[in-house]
C-alpha cells in the first residue's frame, strides 16, 4: 500500500513539474509510517539525522512547504508556535478534510460534518467564492486525555530507514 502512495504523489509531482527525489521520497516514507499522529519536521529531520548526509533541517522545511502547496500534506498546530504535518488523503482527490486533534497526545480522528456543505454554498452565493480546498482542525482533548488516562504518544523513530530507490 506504501509504494501505491509513493506511486500517486511521484504521478502528482510528474504532472506539475517536479521529481520526487530520494530525500523527497524518504520524508514521505517519514510521513506515511507515521500517519496515525500529526509529525514535526524536526522529528522528521532525527530520523535523517546522520544518515542521509545531504539531507538538512531546511531541506526538510521545504519539502514540507511543497508537498503542502501541493495538497499532498496538510499542515497543522497541534502545540502553540509548533506547526506538524500530516498526510493528505491522495487517493481520493476531494478537498474536504475534516479532523479532531487532541492537543494533549497529538491523535487525530478523521470525521465528517454534514454542516459544511451549506456553509460552502452559502460562501459560494452570497461572496461570490468558489472554495477550492480547506482544512477543518478542531482542537481540543479526548475524554481519555482529559483526565489521567492519556498517555502522550511521542514519535517513534524507526532504528533502519532507507532512502527508496524510484
Known sequence: MMSEQIHIIKRKMFDQGYKLTPQRAAIIRVLLDHSDIPISAEDIFMVFKGKLHKMGLATVYRTLELF?????????????????????????????????????????????VDWVKPLEKRIESELGFT???????????FTTCSGKGCIKKKVSTPSRLSVPSL
Open 68 to 112: 503542502c502547496e501541493m495538497n499532498i500534506i496538510h499542515k497543522v498546530n497541534v502545540e502553540a508556535g509548533m506547526a506538524r504535518y500530516t498526510m493528505s488523503n491522495i487517493q481520493n482527490d476531494s478537498y474536504s478534510h475534516e479532523q479532531l486533534i487532541c492537543t494533549a497526545c497529538g491523535r487525530k480522528k478523521k470525521v465528517k
Open 131 to 141: 472554495i477550492t480546498d480547506y482544512q477543518l482542525d478542531i482542537m481540543g482533548l
